[in-house]
T-cell receptor, first 111, second 109 residues
Framework: GIQVEQSPPDLILQEGANSTLRCNFS?????LQWFHQNPWGQLINLFY???GTKQNGRLSATTVATERYSLLYISSSQTTDSGVYFC?????????????FGQGTTLQVKP | NAGVTQTPKFQVLKTGQSMTLQCAQD?????MSWYRQDPGMGLRLIHY???????DQGEVPNGYNVSRSTTEDFPLRLLSAAPSQTSVYFC????????FGDGTRLSIL
């Protein structure tokens, strides 16, 4: 099956710093989502981005499907950005919603 | 706008007991699914449904049962709970993108 690898596994930032999280996948995908799991365990949709670039406030994401990776950029980080960031993909081109999750990047933003 | 609603939020069971985790969505989505999340890991797919009356197995289906009698509801049943099923369970709705509920934290003693 498809492999989804996220890096780095852990990241500690000072408030105000910028960061880049990476998601590599081993085969073609027809869906890619980025999630933020907050300290209360809620999974928040950040981006649906199977290809291209999107921005939402301080967050942006880019997926280069032909090179099998996606990047999540966090600018001017805040303590509320802390939590775990997951990348999840749906393998191939078929009509399926089976999301395969990476192991996540745990981000801690210090005040 | 409720989105995806999961109940209960917390539950403690004894080994061998049965229970049903409820999931309801108000977005008229055909596709719904259940995932489990274990410590330090991403989510893994248990079962999914592409519409009322249609269900199928995901990556880790053993010990779980599902049915889909309406578009809105997709309950997950544990017939005989085991400690290995201690986990956080998430229900999701929609296809591209998928929307997740807040989860049910389940402990099996």
């Amino acid at each position: 099956g498809i492999q989804v690898e996220q890096s780095p596994p852990d990241l500690i930032l000072q408030e105000g710093a910028n960061s880049t999280l990476r998601c590599n996948f081993s085969d073609s995908v027809n869906n890619l989502q980025w999630f933020h799991q907050n300290p209360w365990g809620q999974l928040i949709n950040l981006f649906y981005i199977p290809s291209g670039t999107k921005q939402n406030g301080r967050l942006s994401a880019t997926t280069v499907a032909t090179e099998r990776y996606s990047l999540l950029y966090i600018s001017s980080s805040q303590t509320t950005d802390s939590g775990v960031y997951f990348c999840a993909v749906v393998h191939g081109s078929g009509n399926t919603g089976k999301l395969i999750f990476g192991q996540g990047t745990t981000l801690q933003v210090k005040p | 706008n409720a989105g995806v609603t999961q109940t209960p939020k917390f539950q403690v069971l004894k080994t061998g007991q049965s229970m049903t985790l409820q999931c309801a969505q108000d977005m008229n989505h055909e596709y719904m699914s259940w995932y489990r999340q274990d410590p330090g890991m991403g989510l893994r797919l248990i079962h999914y449904s592409v519409g009322a009356g249609i269900t199928d197995q995901g990556e880790v289906p053993n010990g779980y049962n599902v049915s889909r009698s309406t578009t809105e509801d997709f309950p997950l049943r544990l017939l005989s709970a085991a400690p290995s099923q201690t986990s956080v369970y998430f229900c999701a709705s929609g296809y591209q993108p998928q929307h997740f509920g807040d989860g049910t934290r389940l402990s099996i003693l």
